[in-house]
């Protein structure tokens, strides 16, 4: 019976983690039973759950040997030598039971109530195993049967852990099979052996909740047989089982079975609660733990009743040692009451429990004789723990009792709905106080003493025993050997005083607690923030890392005020001017200049040469105005056309110069020159109009200067005072011209000088410039001057050899503005010739010259008289002189200019010179002798180098000289018929053509290759008399262009362009003229 | 009644005294967890708080920079439980101590 002593000690140490390793299946199965309420018990006190399980376990172990010991002692007389193996280790299982008692002392309350249930449910399964036993004593296929319940029992018993209420149910209606057969024996057998009495009666109460303390005892007989039973039944079913084991189970399981009809109704009642807890679970938890709490409360109050009823039967026990009788009645006295009770919540029980009670005397009884000698100590010894456990309640009493109503009263308070039991049970109760102090105040005093007295041994040897938990192991060899000497008594005194004062103390927390649970409020609702400590940046970190401690970087930025400014102007440009007005002179501002302004103005103003300038317009003028009008001619063909229709046939083409201009409206022209070196000047002498309208130049004639080429308008126009008779140009060049005046003066015109120097007149819009003569020789030099009118002006030039080279001196002379001076020949009426030097003036008076007085203001160009002649006396002969010859017209020799000829009216040509020489022939006859009245028209020297001239004469005869022959080469009288020759001239173009115009207006082409005694062509200009002629055209150029200027009397000029014929020269014409001309003479 | 504006001021010249100039060291540290503990906890009962029941706890961490946020969650009676707690930092480690007080029934 070592194992389970062993077990204990093993529970001991392993708190809850080893009962289920137990060995072996009774062990396990008590080990189980335990565990269910430790779970229970979890649930109502889960702080002290570890502990509680290992104290409970110790606790149920001891009760456990002491039921068995009793058991043994009952049941089983032949097994005493392991009954005493088991009482040996009894004693030491209790102590330590006490020793964990009186070191969890505190704890133990709780756990009590719940070792209750417990102890309850182990009895049921013991029951059974008994009835299992029985038939399989009885039968053996039962036996397998019961077996199979057995496990199931187990399973059931390990699922009542769970559901403490359900499961019995379960076991309830397994064995219902066999109550009914357990009914009828019980019935049989209701006398019974006492050992089965009195696990019936401990039966009984525990079904009651086991209100009783008292039945301790008896539980732990019936487990002490329980434990004995298996172990038997363990060893095969030992043969020394007597009958009255048989009785006895058969008896207890009648007893069950009322046991289990009891059950049914607490287990009705516990399911009552079982479903108000449900009902409350569903509520939160805090009124959960408050139901719990009740429970336990309820479970508590039990536990008080169970205290008080122990202590009385402690009491009682104490009654039974001395007088066992007295105290097998008292106990069936209090049995008897507590029937009358259970009658009251269960009155159907009463007769059996009648039934037990008398049984349970006799047990007792029975028990008393049945156990010899060898039980004598065992019950001595019992009886002394169980006074000590009587002495612990009584020394717990006072305080017990004390609390009791209180407690009561919460009872009351805290479960009405049990009201009717509680007051049944506390009516007991109280009937239970009341009689102990009478039957057995004296007794317990005695018994007190004695405890006392062996509490001070006790508490002497084991003081560190009750300190220690840790020392338990050492403690449990120390019990051993105290244990013969009364040590486990005195520990169940102690132990059982303690759980006296744990239970009181726990009732009163848990009252407290149940009091102050619905009063406090747990929640979590609100959560603390602790700490928030937010991640350091990345700069602070290197800050602090590897910054400098305890500084700050910061940044500035300086120079904030650098900043700059620009403006951008224009420079204003200043400049000091004065101004006068109105202006007194060519300066009328001025101011000074600085350099810069110098510089700009120097270079935009380039050196002009100004004069040259001049000279360029001047003729850039002019070739552009002739451009301009033969465009304009070209592009009126109507003009043209008229001019066509004027053209006569002898001309290819003709064209009119435009002389309809005011101011020459009805003026004859008197006289046309054209200019040798350029032959498309042409001058016009108009005489003075008949009839005076234009009040300027109504008494003053007029010179025009036209160019052919411009027929439009005459260049420039000349005024003079006087009528002009005669005009030439000066020989090398167009600028100046010359007039002799029928008054006998002669004029210069400066045609370079500046128009403003002229009086200006705006006639049909156009501005026109009249130019007054630069120099005049009228009324100066009144010696030397023509006193009678001016018949001709020649220009004699000064050079030797224009001879030679005639066509070129044109060129050069042109070119030359400072031409070389030159002389002007004038010859008058009186045949008095005056030369003239023209002389230009290099410096210009605008105040006049005193000393020039016939020189215009501003003038440059004057003549001085040279040398005066009188042809009269010296060139002709006396004979001559006689006749009074007159000289008509003169003509310079182009070759050499001292040379000249004069024509006379007499017929004679005079041949002299300037210079007084003599020349040979000295007059040019006719062929015909004699003197005749025959002036002399027109003179013209061969212009092709040849010293010829033509001579025309009054009579219409046509002589042509030779300079070295007194007589001429050729005559060609009647040509005209008589009619006088006005004009004659060689072709420019050809030598052998001359033409001829007559008084008639009729114009005779002379070609002497073709026909030398007659023209070869004759045309008669009709509807105006042709005054005068001259030819145009360049001698050097073979254009063909030689045109014939008609002056006709009503003032209009013409001029025709002769054939090609005539004007195209032939080859080798000067020789065919020089054999014609040989010939002829 | 457990007051907070006391038991943190405990809590805080407790820190300051023992924490003053203490560099993070990760193996003394548990120790010191422990002592600061215990003492906070004695030095608490000294105060005589009698009814109630004393949870210290003490969390001590290194300072790198990085973030930490720490809670509490008490499942309780707020009208008689409360708690205290108190930071204490340096360069080197930052601790928390927590307090909390669980009335004794």
Same mark, same amino acid.
């Given at each position: 019976?070592?194992?389970?002593?062993?077990?204990?000690?093993?529970?001991?140490?392993?708190?809850?983690?080893?009962?289920?390793?137990?060995?072996?299946?009774?062990?396990?199965?008590?080990?189980?039973?335990?565990?269910?309420?430790?779970?229970?018990?979890?649930?109502?006190?889960?702080?002290?759950?570890?502990?509680?399980?290992?104290?409970?376990?110790?606790?149920?172990?001891?009760?456990?040997?002491?039921?068995?010991?009793?058991?043994?002692?009952?049941?089983?007389?032949?097994?005493?030598?392991?009954?005493?193996?088991?009482?040996?280790?009894?004693?030491?299982?209790?102590?330590?039971?006490?020793?964990?008692?009186?070191?969890?002392?505190?704890?133990?309350?709780?756990? #009590?109530? @719940? =070792? !209750?249930?417990?102890? $309850? *449910? /182990?009895? &049921?399964?013991?029951? %059974?195993?008994?009835? +299992?036993?029985?038939?399989?004593?009885?039968?053996?296929?039962?036996?397998?049967?019961?077996?199979?319940?057995?496990?199931?029992?187990?399973?059931?018993?390990?699922?009542?852990?769970?559901?403490?209420?359900?499961?019995? #149910?379960? @076991? =309830? !209606?397994?064995?219902? $099979? *066999? /109550?009914? &057969?357990?009914?009828? %024996?019980?019935?049989? +057998?209701?006398?019974?052996?006492?050992?089965?009495?009195?696990?019936?009666?401990?039966?009984?109460?525990?079904?009651?909740?086991?209100?009783?303390?008292?039945?301790?005892?008896?539980?732990?007989?019936?487990?002490?047989?329980?434990?004995?039973? !298996?172990?038997?039944?363990?060893?095969?079913?030992?043969?020394?089982?007597?009958?009255?084991?048989?009785?006895?189970?058969?008896?207890?399981?009648?007893?069950?079975?009322?046991?289990?009809?009891?059950?049914?109704?607490?287990?009705?009642?516990?399911?009552?609660?079982?479903?108000?807890?449900?009902?409350?679970?569903?509520?939160?938890?805090?009124?959960?733990?408050?139901?719990?709490?009740?429970?336990?409360?309820?479970?508590?109050?039990?536990?008080?009743?169970?205290?008080?009823?122990?202590?009385?039967?402690?009491?009682?026990?104490?009654?039974?040692?001395?007088?066992?009788?007295?105290?097998?009645?008292?106990?069936?006295?209090?049995?008897?009451?507590?029937?009358?009770?259970?009658?009251?919540?269960?009155?159907?029980?009463?007769?059996?429990?009648?039934?037990?009670?008398?049984?349970?005397?006799?047990?007792?009884?029975?028990?008393?004789?049945?156990?010899?000698?060898?039980?004598?100590?065992?019950?001595?010894?019992?009886?002394?723990?169980?006074?000590?456990?009587?002495?612990?309640?009584?020394?717990?009493?006072?305080?017990?009792?004390?609390?009791?109503?209180?407690?009561?009263?919460?009872?009351?308070?805290?479960?009405?709905?049990?009201?009717?039991?509680?007051?049944?049970?506390?009516?007991?109760?109280?009937?239970?106080?009341?009689?102990?102090?009478?039957?057995?105040?004296?007794?317990?005093?005695?018994?007190?003493?004695?405890?006392?007295?062996?509490?001070?041994?006790?508490?002497?040897?084991?003081?560190?025993?009750?300190?220690?938990?840790?020392?338990?192991?050492?403690?449990?060899?120390?019990?051993?050997?105290?244990?013969?000497?009364?040590?486990?008594?005195?520990?169940?005194?102690?132990?059982?005083?303690?759980?006296?004062?744990?239970?009181?103390?726990?009732?009163?927390?848990?009252?407290?607690?149940?009091?102050?649970?619905?009063?406090?409020?747990?929640?979590?609702?609100?959560?603390?923030?602790?700490?928030?400590?937010?991640?350091?940046?990345?700069?602070?970190?290197?800050?602090?890392?590897?910054?400098?401690?305890?500084?700050?970087?910061?940044?500035?930025?300086?120079?904030?005020?650098?900043?700059?400014?620009?403006?951008?102007?224009?420079?204003?440009?200043?400049?000091?001017?004065?101004?006068?007005?109105?202006?007194?002179?060519?300066?009328?501002?001025?101011?000074?200049?600085?350099?810069?302004?110098?510089?700009?103005?120097?270079?935009?103003?380039?050196?002009?040469?100004?004069?040259?300038?001049?000279?360029?317009?001047?003729?850039?003028?002019?070739?552009?105005?002739?451009?301009?009008?033969?465009?304009?001619?070209?592009?009126?063909?109507?003009?043209?056309?008229?001019?066509?229709?004027?053209?006569?046939?002898?001309?290819?083409?003709?064209?009119?110069?435009?002389?309809?201009?005011?101011?020459?409206?009805?003026?004859?022209?008197?006289?046309?020159?054209?200019?040798?070196?350029?032959?498309?000047?042409?001058?016009?002498?108009?005489?003075?109009?008949?009839?005076?309208?234009?009040?300027?130049?109504?008494?003053?004639?007029?010179?025009?200067?036209?160019?052919?080429?411009?027929?439009?308008?005459?260049?420039?126009?000349?005024?003079?005072?006087?009528?002009?008779?005669?005009?030439?140009?000066?020989?090398?060049?167009?600028?100046?011209?010359?007039?002799?005046?029928?008054?006998?003066?002669?004029?210069?015109?400066?045609?370079?000088?500046?128009?403003?120097?002229?009086?200006?007149?705006?006639?049909?819009?156009?501005?026109?410039?009249?130019?007054?003569?630069?120099?005049?020789?009228?009324?100066?030099?009144?010696?030397?001057?023509?006193?009678?009118?001016?018949?001709?002006?020649?220009?004699?030039?000064?050079?030797?050899?224009?001879?030679?080279?005639?066509?070129?001196?044109?060129?050069?002379?042109?070119?030359?503005?400072?031409?070389?001076?030159?002389?002007?020949?004038?010859?008058?009426?009186?045949?008095?010739?005056?030369?003239?030097?023209?002389?230009?003036?290099?410096?210009?008076?605008?105040?006049?010259?005193?000393?020039?007085?016939?020189?215009?203001?501003?003038?440059?160009?004057?003549?001085?008289?040279?040398?005066?002649?009188?042809?009269?006396?010296?060139?002709?002969?006396?004979?001559?002189?006689?006749?009074?010859?007159?000289?008509?017209?003169?003509?310079?020799?182009?070759?050499?200019?001292?040379?000249?000829?004069?024509?006379?009216?007499?017929?004679?040509?005079?041949?002299?010179?300037?210079?007084?020489?003599?020349?040979?022939?000295?007059?040019?006859?006719?062929?015909?002798?004699?003197?005749?009245?025959?002036?002399?028209?027109?003179?013209?020297?061969?212009?092709?180098?040849?010293?010829?001239?033509?001579?025309?004469?009054?009579?219409?005869?046509?002589?042509?000289?030779?300079?070295?022959?007194?007589?001429?080469?050729?005559?060609?009288?009647?040509?005209?018929?008589?009619?006088?020759?006005?004009?004659?001239?060689?072709?420019?173009?050809?030598?052998?053509?001359?033409?001829?115009?007559?008084?008639?207006?009729?114009?005779?082409?002379?070609?002497?290759?073709?026909?030398?005694?007659?023209?070869?062509?004759?045309?008669?200009?009709?509807?105006?008399?042709?005054?005068?002629?001259?030819?145009?055209?360049?001698?050097?150029?073979?254009?063909?262009?030689?045109?014939?200027?008609?002056?006709?009397?009503?003032?209009?000029?013409?001029?025709?362009?002769?054939?090609?014929?005539?004007?195209?020269?032939?080859?080798?014409?000067?020789?065919?003229?020089?054999?014609?001309?040989?010939?002829?003479? | 009644?457990?007051?907070?504006?006391?038991?943190?001021?405990?809590?805080?010249?407790?820190?300051?005294?023992?924490?003053?100039?203490?560099?993070?060291?990760?193996?003394?540290?548990?120790?010191?967890?422990?002592?600061?503990?215990?003492?906070?906890?004695?030095?608490?009962?000294?105060?005589?708080?009698?009814?109630?029941?004393?949870?210290?706890?003490?969390?001590?961490?290194?300072?790198?920079?990085?973030?930490?946020?720490?809670?509490?969650?008490?499942?309780?009676?707020?009208?008689?439980?409360?708690?205290?707690?108190?930071?204490?930092?340096?360069?080197?480690?930052?601790?928390?101590?927590?307090?909390?007080?669980?009335?004794?029934?």
């Amino acid at each position: 019976m070592a194992a389970p002593g062993q077990l204990v000690s093993v529970f001991c140490q392993h708190a809850g983690a080893a009962l289920t390793q137990a060995a072996g299946v009774y062990w396990y199965k008590t080990a189980k039973d335990p565990e269910a309420v430790v779970l229970t018990a979890t649930l109502d006190s889960y702080i002290h759950r570890v502990t509680v399980v290992s104290k409970r376990r110790t606790k149920e172990d001891t009760w456990k040997s002491e039921e068995l010991r009793k058991h043994l002692r009952a049941s089983q007389p032949d097994s005493q030598n392991e009954d005493r193996k088991h009482r040996e280790k009894k004693p030491q299982k209790e102590k330590s039971v006490h020793d964990t008692d009186t070191h969890k002392h505190d704890h133990k309350d709780r756990g #009590k109530s @719940k =070792e !209750r249930t417990r102890e $309850r *449910e /182990r009895f &049921k399964s013991s029951e %059974r195993d008994r009835e +299992k036993m029985r038939e399989r004593e009885r039968a053996k296929e039962h036996q397998r049967e019961g077996d199979r319940e057995r496990y199931k029992d187990k399973l059931q018993e390990s699922s009542l852990e769970k559901e403490r209420y359900s499961v019995p #149910k379960d @076991k =309830e !209606r397994e064995s219902d $099979r *066999e /109550r009914e &057969k357990k009914h009828k %024996r019980h019935e049989i +057998k209701q006398i019974d052996t006492e050992n089965n009495l009195k696990s019936f009666e401990g039966r009984d109460k525990e079904h009651h909740r086991r209100r009783e303390s008292r039945h301790h005892l008896k539980e732990e007989k019936t487990r002490s047989e329980e434990r004995e039973r !298996r172990r038997a039944e363990k060893k095969d079913n030992d043969a020394k089982k007597s009958t009255d084991k048989f009785l006895a189970y058969s008896v207890e399981e009648g007893e069950h079975v009322q046991k289990l009809q009891k059950n049914q109704e607490l287990d009705k009642e516990g399911e009552r609660r079982h479903r108000e807890k449900k009902e409350h679970s569903v509520r939160p938890g805090k009124e959960r733990l408050s139901k719990e709490r009740s429970h336990k409360r309820y479970e508590k109050e039990e536990e008080e009743k169970h205290k008080s009823r122990r202590s009385k039967e402690g009491s009682s026990h104490g009654d039974r040692e001395g007088q066992p009788a007295e105290a097998n009645e008292r106990v069936k006295s209090r049995e008897n009451e507590r029937m009358k009770r259970d009658l009251k919540s269960s009155g159907y029980e009463t007769e059996e429990r009648i039934q037990e009670e008398m049984s349970y005397q006799h047990a007792r009884t029975l028990k008393d004789k049945g156990k010899l000698t060898e039980k004598e100590e065992r019950d001595t010894r019992q009886e002394k723990m169980k006074d000590t456990r009587i002495s612990n309640s009584d020394m717990g009493f006072d305080n017990f009792s004390a609390e009791y109503e209180d407690d009561f009263e919460d009872y009351e308070d805290d479960f009405d709905d049990y009201d009717e039991d509680k007051s049944g049970e506390e009516r007991d109760a109280e009937e239970n106080q009341r009689e102990i102090p009478f039957s057995r105040t004296s007794e317990i005093e005695e018994i007190q003493r004695a405890i006392s007295a062996e509490n001070d041994r006790i508490h002497t040897s084991l003081p560190k025993k009750i300190e220690n938990e840790k020392k338990e192991p050492v403690m449990e060899k120390q019990c051993p050997s105290v244990r013969n000497s009364f040590c486990g008594i005195f520990m169940d005194f102690q132990m059982a005083n303690q759980r006296q004062s744990s239970r009181s103390m726990a009732s009163k927390l848990k009252k407290r607690s149940s009091e102050l649970l619905p009063l406090i409020d747990l929640d979590f609702s609100v959560s603390f923030s602790l700490l928030d400590l937010p991640p350091v940046n990345e700069y602070d970190m290197y800050i602090r890392n590897f910054g400098k401690m305890n500084t700050k970087q910061a940044y500035v930025q300086c120079n904030e005020d650098n900043l700059e400014r620009d403006i951008q102007t224009e420079e204003v440009e200043t400049l000091e001017k004065w101004t006068q007005h109105p202006g007194e002179s060519a300066l009328v501002s001025g101011g000074p200049i600085n350099s810069q302004g110098m510089s700009v103005n120097g270079a935009l103003t380039p050196k002009i040469d100004s004069q040259r300038l001049a000279n360029f317009l001047r003729s850039a003028c002019q070739v552009i105005a002739v451009l301009l009008e033969e465009d304009q001619v070209a592009t009126k063909p109507k003009w043209k056309l008229r001019s066509g229709q004027t053209s006569l046939p002898i001309s290819d083409s003709c064209f009119q110069l435009n002389t309809n201009q005011p101011f020459l409206h009805d003026r004859k022209i008197s006289c046309l020159y054209v200019s040798q070196v350029q032959r498309q000047t042409l001058l016009s002498v108009h005489g003075l109009p008949e009839k005076a309208d234009v009040g300027l130049l109504n008494r003053k004639s007029i010179i025009c200067i036209w160019n052919i080429w411009q027929p439009s308008s005459p260049q420039k126009v000349l005024i003079c005072d006087s009528e002009v008779t005669c005009c030439c140009f000066s020989p090398n060049k167009t600028a100046l011209v010359f007039a002799g005046t029928i008054d006998g003066s002669l004029l210069v015109w400066d045609l370079r000088e500046d128009s403003r120097m002229h009086p200006h007149m705006v006639i049909s819009e156009t501005d026109w410039t009249f130019r007054v003569p630069t120099f005049s020789t009228d009324g100066i030099l009144n010696s030397v001057t023509h006193t009678s009118p001016i018949l001709a002006v020649e220009p004699v030039s000064t050079s030797l050899y224009t001879d030679q080279n005639y066509g070129l001196s044109s060129l050069s002379y042109q070119e030359e503005m400072s031409s070389p001076p030159f002389q002007i020949a004038s010859m008058d009426e009186n045949g008095i010739l005056n030369m003239w030097v023209v002389v230009e003036l290099q410096k210009v008076d605008l105040a006049g010259s005193q000393t020039d007085l016939g020189l215009i203001p501003g003038g440059k160009v004057k003549l001085i008289h040279s040398s005066t002649m009188d042809l009269n006396n010296s060139l002709f002969p006396k004979d001559v002189r006689q006749r009074m010859p007159q000289t008509l017209t003169i003509k310079f020799l182009s070759s050499n200019p001292n040379h000249f000829i004069v024509g006379t009216n007499i017929g004679l040509v005079g041949q002299g010179t300037r210079n007084d020489l003599k020349v040979l022939p000295k007059l040019f006859r006719p062929q015909q002798s004699g003197l005749r009245s025959i002036s002399i028209n027109a003179i013209d020297f061969f212009p092709f180098g040849k010293p010829l001239f033509l001579v025309g004469c009054s009579d219409g005869s046509i002589r042509l000289h030779q300079m070295t022959s007194e007589y001429p080469l050729m005559q060609w009288n009647d040509s005209t018929n008589g009619r006088p020759i006005i004009a004659l001239q060689w072709a420019l173009t050809r030598p052998a053509v001359f033409f001829v115009l007559d008084a008639s207006s009729s114009i005779y082409i002379w070609d002497l290759l073709e026909n030398d005694l007659l023209p070869v062509a004759k045309q008669t200009i009709q509807l105006a008399n042709v005054v005068t002629m001259a030819l145009l055209g360049e001698p050097g150029k073979t254009n063909g262009l030689l045109g014939i200027a008609l002056a006709k009397e009503s003032g209009q000029i013409d001029i025709q362009y002769v054939k090609k014929k005539w004007a195209l020269p032939q080859p080798e014409e000067s020789e065919k003229l020089n054999l014609i001309l040989l010939q002829s003479i | 009644r457990f007051k907070s504006s006391t038991v943190k001021e405990c809590i805080h010249a407790i820190l300051k005294e023992k924490l003053a100039n203490v560099q993070y060291n990760p193996e003394e540290m548990p120790q010191l967890t422990k002592a600061l503990s215990e003492t906070i906890k004695d030095r608490l009962k000294e105060e005589g708080f009698d009814r109630y029941k004393m949870v210290v706890q003490v969390v001590i961490g290194e300072q790198r920079g990085e973030g930490v946020n720490m809670a509490a969650r008490c499942f309780w009676d707020a009208d008689t439980d409360s708690y205290a707690h108190d930071v204490f930092m340096n360069d080197s480690l930052f601790c928390v101590v927590a307090a909390f007080g669980c009335f004794y029934y």
